[in-house]
């Protein structure tokens, strides 16, 4: 009996093993690939109340396990390519943290400012925060013949709509947890797949 259950958690190791992969950038950031799935458009997202509405899209979850030891990890530097039909998906929403207790980490930032009908800015309750003193990494790795699509939000309503792109800013942890979503388009979802950071490929994703 103690052999049967030493071999079982051998394999159990193994298979795990065969599922996750580490990939090291020129940065010194080690990511993990855990798991990738899809996941239902009405959950709830790091941003909160975020679902996707269009049923032409379909949102995915990449779980990972990174760890820095120079520089911060930079989330805007995250992105997903449709190898098959050439399309570069910004990362639509992210959640990080370093265990079970405590609130997760979401650090949203909008790339538009927005004004009234008398031209003053208005800030609506609950919206990400605009900084541009924040930078966003996504359009400095641009790919030749990749479309890049990004998911607009709005925010305002359907009759006065706010349309505007939410980027993910530097992380404040060295060694966490983080969820990376995309939402990526429906009748792609069997396409073949592949995690960027910056320049670097981190790993070939399928979605279960």
């Known amino acids: 009996m ?16 065969l599922f996750s992969q ?10 993990e690939i855990v798991k990738s799935k899809l996941v239902d458009n009405e959950s709830v997202f790091g941003i909160r109340q975020l679902s996707v509405t269009s049923e032409k899209l379909k949102k995915i979850m990449i779980k990972t396990k990174i760890k820095s030891t120079i520089d911060k990890t930079k989330l805007s530097a995250f992105y997903l390519l449709d190898v098959k039909n050439k399309i570069r998906y910004r990362l639509a929403d992210y959640k990080g943290y370093t265990g079970f207790i405590g609130y997760p980490e979401l650090i ?16 609506g309750y609950g919206w990400p925060i605009y900084d541009e003193s924040v930078k966003d990494y996504f359009n400095d790795y641009d790919i030749e013949g990749y479309n890049n699509f990004e998911m607009k939000i709005n925010f305002g309503s359907e009759k006065k709509p706010k349309l505007g792109v939410v980027y993910f800013g530097e992380t404040s942890y060295d060694k966490f947890t983080a969820e990376l979503f995309f939402a990526i388009i429906v009748e792609h979802k069997d396409s073949d797949y592949e995690l960027y950071y910056k320049d670097e490929k981190i790993s070939d994703i399928k979605f279960k």
């Open 2 to 17: 103690i052999k049967l259950k030493l071999l079982t958690l051998f394999c159990f190791c193994n298979a795990t093993n």
């Open 22 to 31: 580490t990939t090291t950038t020129k940065d010194e950031i080690q990511i």
């Open 108 to 123: 949203p930032l909008r790339k538009e400012r927005f004004f009234d009908e008398k031209g003053a800015e208005i800030e």
